[in-house]
C-alpha cells in the first residue's frame, strides 16, 4: 500500500514548512516596527530670531518646533563628506563618494555614491546607490540602487532597485524590483519579477511574474505568471472562503498541495488543488481535487468535489453536494443533490436529473429525461424500477422538486 505513505510524506512536509516560516518570523504586532533601520537625522531646527523667541514666551512654549525633513545637501560639517571613507565602526550623516567600508558596522544616514561594505552590519537611513554590502547584515530605510548582498540578512523598509539577495533572509515592507532570492524572502508588497527560496511571502499583494520555492504564499492577492513549489497558497492554506477582492490571478498553481481562496487561471495541478471559488481552466488533483464553487472545463482526480459545479467532474468518485451543471464522468460513484447534464458511471446518485444517468445502477427521486443501465430506479419516473431504459416527464406542467424543498428548508 504506497498511498498512506505518500500522504505522510506531503503532510509532514506542510508541517515542517509551516513550522520553519512561523519560525523565522517575528511576532506579526512587531513586524513593521522591526523593518529597516532608524530613519535618517534631520538637521536641528535653525536659530529663532529674537521675535520667535518673544512669541514663544507669550504662551507658545508649549509648542515644538517641527522637524525639518527635506533632503540635506549642504547642511552637515565638511567632515562628514568624502570620496572614501574606512573604519572599524564609522558613522557618518551624509556620505557622497564612491565606497564606504567597515570592518564591524557601518553606518550612514544619507548614502549617495557606489556601494558601501561592512563585514558585520550595514546600516543606512537612506541609501542611493549600487550595491550595499555585508557578510553580515544590510538595513536601509529607504533603498534605492540596484542590490543588497548579504550572506545573511537584508531589510528594507521601502526597497526599488534590481534585488535583494542573500543566504537566509530578505525582508521589504514595500517592493519594487526584480528579484527576491534566499532561503527566507518576505514583502508586504512586492512588484517584480520573481521571488526565489524555500520560504516566499507576500502579505498584501504580489504583481510580477513568479513565485518558485518550496513553499509559496500569497496571504492576499496573487497576480502574475504562477506559483510553482511543493505547497503553493493564496490567502490562508485550505480556507475555502473565495473572499470578494482577494484572488490568485495567474497562469498556473503548480505543486504537490495546491490552495487558493479565490482562484483565476487556467490550471491548479498538484496531488491535491482546492480553491474556494474557482474560475478558469483544469483543476487537477491526482488524489483530490475541490473548490466550494467550480465554474470552468473540468476537475480532474481520484476524487473530485464541490458544493456547486459547471464543467465536467472527472474521477474515479465524482461529487456535487448541491448542483451540478455538465457532466459527472466518475469510474466508480457519481453522486449529486441535482444534476443538470449527465451522469456516466457505474454508480449514479441524485436527488433529482434533468438530462440522462447511463451506468450499471442509476438512482434518482424525481427524472426528467433518461436512465440508461442494468437496473434503474426513478420515483416519479414511468416505472419506479426498469432494466435497462427508463424515462420520466413533465406531466400537465406540475413541477415538484425533492431538492428544491430540501434546500428550502
Do not use: C
Not at 441535482?338 to 434518482?364: C, D, K, M, P, Y
Amino acid at each position: 500500500m504506497r498511498t498512506p505513505s505518500v500522504l505522510s510524506v506531503i503532510l509532514a512536509s506542510t508541517i515542517v514548512l509551516q513550522a520553519a516560516a512561523a519560525g523565522a518570523s517575528p511576532p506579526e504586532e512587531d513586524d513593521d516596527a522591526s523593518i529597516g533601520t532608524r530613519p535618517a537625522q534631520v538637521a536641528p531646527p535653525a536659530p529663532e530670531s529674537a521675535a520667535e523667541a518673544g512669541s514663544r514666551s507669550r504662551g507658545d512654549d508649549e509648542m515644538e518646533p517641527m522637524a525639518d525633513s527635506r533632503l540635506i545637501i549642504a547642511g552637515d560639517p565638511p567632515s562628514d563628506w568624502a570620496v572614501l571613507h574606512a573604519g572599524f565602526r564609522p558613522h557618518l550623516r551624509i556620505f557622497g563618494g564612491l565606497a564606504t567600508f567597515a570592518v564591524a558596522h557601518a553606518r550612514v544616514e544619507r548614502f549617495y555614491g557606489g556601494f558601501s561594505f561592512s563585514a558585520i552590519r550595514n546600516d543606512a537611513g537612506t541609501h542611493v546607490g549600487v550595491l550595499q554590502l555585508a557578510i553580515g547584515r544590510n538595513l536601509a530605510n529607504d533603498y534605492y540602487g540596484a542590490a543588497q548582498i548579504a550572506l545573511a540578512e537584508n531589510r528594507a523598509r521601502n526597497f526599488y532597485g534590481l534585488g535583494q539577495l542573500s543566504l537566509a533572509y530578505n525582508r521589504t515592507l514595500d517592493m519594487v524590483g526584480l528579484f527576491q532570492i534566499g532561503a527566507y524572502n518576505r514583502a508586504k508588497t512586492a512588484v517584480g519579477l520573481l521571488q526565489l527560496g524555500g520560504y516566499n511571502r507576500t502579505d498584501e499583494s504580489f504583481s510580477g511574474a513568479l513565485q518558485i520555492g518550496a513553499f509559496n504564499h500569497a496571504r492576499s492577492d496573487f497576480s502574475g505568471i504562477a506559483q510553482l513549489g511543493l505547497l503553493n497558497a493564496q490567502d490562508d492554506l485550505f480556507d475555502d472562503a473565495g473572499i470578494d477582492g482577494q484572488r490568485f490571478a495567474g497562469v498556473a498553481q503548480l505543486g504537490v498541495a495546491n490552495t487558493a481562496g479565490a482562484f483565476r487561471g487556467a490550471v491548479q495541478a498538484g496531488v491535491a488543488s482546492f480553491s474556494g471559488d474557482f474560475a478558469g481552466g483544469i483543476q487537477l488533483g491526482a488524489l483530490a481535487a475541490g473548490a466550494r464553487e467550480f465554474r470552468g472545463l473540468a476537475q480532474v482526480g481520484a476524487v473530485v468535489l464541490a458544493e456547486e459545479s459547471y464543467g465536467a467532474q472527472i474521477g474515479a468518485g465524482a461529487i456535487s453536494t448541491e448542483e451540478h451543471h455538465g457532466v459527472q464522468l466518475g469510474a466508480a460513484v457519481n453522486w449529486a443533490a441535482s444534476v443538470s447534464g449527465a451522469q456516466i458511471g457505474l454508480v449514479n446518485v441524485a436527488e433529482e436529473v434533468n438530462g440522462v444517468q447511463v451506468g450499471l445502477f442509476n438512482h434518482t427521486e424525481r427524472l426528467r429525461g433518461l436512465q440508461i443501465g442494468l437496473v434503474n430506479h426513478a420515483e416519479d419516473g414511468v416505472l419506479q424500477w426498469t432494466a435497462l431504459l427508463n424515462m420520466g416527464f413533465d406531466e400537465g406542467g406540475y413541477e415538484y422538486s425533492h431538492y428544491a424543498a430540501r434546500r428550502a428548508d
